[in-house]
C-alpha cells in the first residue's frame, strides 16, 4: 500500500513511540518542532525531515511563518495528515489544516477540546454536569456569577494545558482585582465555581466515532495542588469492575460522543464533588495524557497509547480496519516530584513492583505495577513520605511535565 506523508507538529520533546510506529507501518515522517530542543533523542531513524521554528516565549511560533514555511513544503510534497503531539501544538495544527484544506480536526471542533469556556458550553447543551462557569467579557454578568455562586472561585486560562495559570480567587473584591490585572488578556480566561473533591482522569482511543479502549485513573495528589503548591504528583488505575471505572466510563463516554471527536487519543478529567458525590465534567483534550500517564495506562493494560494512536491514524488514511487488543487488568501507579538532584539516586526506590523508571533531570519519576490494588496504595504512600523527608525540592511546580 503507498506511503502517507505525516507530518508531526510538536513544541515539545515528546510522541518518540508514535513516530516510530507510523514508520513502521510504512509511512513517511515529517517533524516540524522547536529549534530549542533539536538535540533531543527524537526517533531520528523514523524521521524523514525535520524542520525548526524559533520561539517568541514558551510554545509560541510565529504562525504566520509557520503557514508561509508549510506553504513551500507542500510545492514538492504531498501531505496527508497533521498530527498535533501536544496540548500546545492543537491550534498550529488546526491552522495549518484550514488553511490548506488538509483533512482533519477544524476549528469549530478543536474549541471543544481545547478551550475550556467552549468545553464548558458544549457540555452545558449535552446536559453534561459542569462547575458553574461564566465568561469574563462583560463586567454585569461577572457581578451577577459573584452574586449568585458563592466564593471560593478559580480564574482559568481557557487554553492552556492542566493547571497552569490558574488562579483560586476568594472574594468579589480579589476577584476584580484579578481581573484587572489581566489587563488585555481577559478574554483568555474564564470564571468558575471550586469545587472540592476527588479528581480523576480518563485515558481513551476513538476509532471511526467509536470509543474503542478505556482507562480511568484517580490522582492522589489534584495537578492543580501540585502546579501551585509544589509536591509530590501520584495517580493510580481503577480496577474495570469498580463503580468509579463504569462511572468515569459512562461519563466519557457522553463527553467524547458529544463534542465529535472521530479519531485519536483522547485524555479527559473528571471531579466527584466532596458535597454532593455528583460527577463533573473538568476538560478534555484530543492527544494522549502529559506527565507520564501513558507509561501508567501501559503498566496497567499493556497499551501504548502512542502506538495505538499511530495505528488509528494509519487506519484512517488507509481504510483499513484497526482493533486495539483486550487489555491487561494490573493496578499501576505513577509517582513524578522534583528533586534537589539532577540525577537522583533509585536505589532504595526499586520494589519488585516497579515497572518503569522515568529518567527526567531534577525530578525522581517511578511506575509500579501489581496485581494488588493495596500494594499500589501502600508504596505509593511510602514512596512519597521518603521523598517528602530527603529528596523533594522545595520550589513549586511551575511548570507541566510535557513528556
Known amino acids: 500500500m503507498k506511503e502517507k506523508t505525516i507530518v508531526c507538529v510538536s513544541c515539545y520533546y515528546k510522541g518518540y513511540d508514535f513516530m516510530d510506529e507510523m514508520k513502521k507501518l510504512g509511512n513517511k515522517i515529517i517533524l516540524i518542532t522547536s529549534e530549542k530542543i533539536k538535540d533531543k533523542n527524537w526517533p531520528w531513524h523514523a524521521i524523514d525531515e525535520v524542520y525548526y521554528m524559533s520561539e517568541k516565549e514558551p510554545s509560541v511560533w510565529d504562525l504566520d511563518h509557520l503557514v508561509q514555511g508549510f506553504s513551500h513544503l507542500l510545492k514538492r510534497c504531498q501531505i496527508d495528515v497533521i498530527i498535533a503531539l501536544d496540548d500546545y501544538d492543537v491550534e498550529k495544527a488546526v491552522l495549518i489544516r484550514e488553511t490548506f484544506r ?3 480536526m477544524g476549528q469549530t471542533t478543536h474549541r471543544y477540546f481545547r478551550d475550556k469556556l467552549a468545553m ?14 461564566s465568561s469574563i467579557f462583560n463586567d454585569e454578568t461577572i457581578e451577577e456569577f459573584a452574586d449568585k455562586v458563592s466564593p471560593p472561585w478559580v480564574l482559568k486560562p481557557r487554553s492552556e494545558a492542566s493547571a497552569t495559570g490558574i488562579i483560586k480567587i476568594s472574594s468579589k473584591e ?32 476513538v476509532y471511526n466515532s467509536e470509543i474503542v479502549f478505556v482507562s480511568a485513573s484517580q490522582y492522589l495528589s489534584p495537578p492543580m495542588e501540585v502546579s501551585h503548591e509544589g509536591g509530590v504528583f501520584r495517580s493510580k488505575t481503577l480496577g474495570f469492575s469498580t463503580a468509579e471505572f463504569k462511572a468515569l466510563e459512562k461519563a466519557n463516554h457522553k463527553v467524547l460522543k458529544s463534542f465529535g471527536l472521530k479519531n485519536g487519543a483522547t485524555h479527559t478529567e473528571f471531579i466527584r464533588g466532596k458535597e454532593d458525590g455528583k460527577w463533573y465534567f473538568l476538560e478534555t483534550s484530543s492527544r494522549v495524557g502529559g506527565a507520564h500517564i501513558p507509561d501508567l495506562v501501559e503498566a496497567s493494560t499493556g497499551t501504548n497509547l502512542w502506538r495505538e494512536w499511530a495505528r488509528i491514524e494509519n487506519a484512517w488514511l488507509k481504510n483499513t480496519d484497526y482493533k486495539v487488543a483486550k487489555p491487561t487488568e494490573f493496578f499501576a501507579g505513577l509517582i513524578i516530584c522534583l528533586s534537589k538532584n539532577k540525577t537522583p539516586d533509585y536505589a532504595e526506590f526499586k520494589r519488585e513492583e516497579v515497572y518503569k523508571i522515568l529518567p527526567m533531570d531534577y525530578h525522581i519519576g517511578l511506575v509500579y505495577k501489581s496485581t494488588d490494588e493495596e500494594v499500589i496504595q501502600q508504596l505509593l504512600d511510602e514512596i512519597a513520605n521518603k521523598i517528602r523527608e530527603h529528596y523533594i525540592s522545595i520550589m513549586p511546580l511551575k511548570t507541566k511535565p510535557t513528556s
Open 120 to 133: 464548558r458550553q458544549m457540555a452545558k447543551d449535552s446536559q453534561i454536569e459542569v462547575p458553574e462557569y
Open 102 to 104: 488538509i483533512p482533519g
Open 174 to 205: 480579589e476577584l476584580f482585582k484579578a481581573i484587572d490585572n489581566l489587563g488585555d488578556k481577559r478574554h483568555h480566561f474564564l470564571l468558575e465555581s471550586f469545587k472540592p473533591g476527588d479528581v480523576f482522569h480518563v485515558d481513551s482511543l
